[in-house]
């Protein structure tokens, strides 16, 4: 099977104003017939949800000179990974890449397109990330 990576056109940090790190609830609860309930962990592991904004260009200059349409990048990118996990960069660490997957929010809404102008959006997504799945960043 193929590996996927987040694009290096496009920002590798989100931004810190649309950013959230939520855990998945990891315990079950039993009522017990007398006294308090009882709790104990489901897994030893689970995924962890993240909330992501990213600022994008349709006409940004990138550091060799090239021309790039990151939101159309974008676009793409999510019709190739639709469904499939990907390396991406750690936010919280920059020598690593977790590996995610993007996740709708809603049944109706994938990811959150907004615009700000024909050349300026913000592009809100959430991903699930893969417990204690983590390579070296290239």
């Known amino acids: 099977m193929a590996e996927y990576f987040w694009p290096a056109d496009l920002p590798q940090v989100p931004q810190v104003s649309g950013y959230k790190h939520g855990t998945a609830n990891n315990t079950t609860t039993y009522k017990m017939e007398y006294g308090p309930?009882?709790?104990?962990?489901?897994?030893?592991?689970?995924?962890?949800?993240?909330?992501?904004?990213?600022?994008?260009?349709?006409?940004?200059?990138?550091?060799?000179?090239?021309?790039?349409d990151q939101f159309a990048l974008f676009l793409d990118f999510m019709n190739i990974v639709e469904g499939l996990s990907f390396w991406f960069p750690d936010p919280t660490d920059p020598s690593r890449c977790?590996?995610?997957?993007?996740?709708?929010?809603?049944?109706?809404?994938?990811?959150?397109?907004?615009?700000?102008?024909?050349?300026?959006?913000?592009?809100?997504?959430?991903?699930?990330?893969?417990?204690?799945?983590?390579?070296?960043?290239?």
């Open 37 to 68: 309930a009882k709790t104990r962990r489901r897994a030893s592991s689970n995924v962890s949800r993240r909330t992501w904004t990213f600022f994008l260009c349709r006409k940004k200059k990138t550091d060799d000179g090239r021309v790039v």
């Open 98 to 138: 977790l590996k995610v997957k993007f996740i709708a929010a809603s049944e109706e809404v994938g990811q959150e397109l907004v615009p700000y102008s024909a050349m300026y959006w913000d592009v809100s997504v959430q991903a699930e990330v893969w417990p204690n799945a983590w390579r070296a960043r290239t």
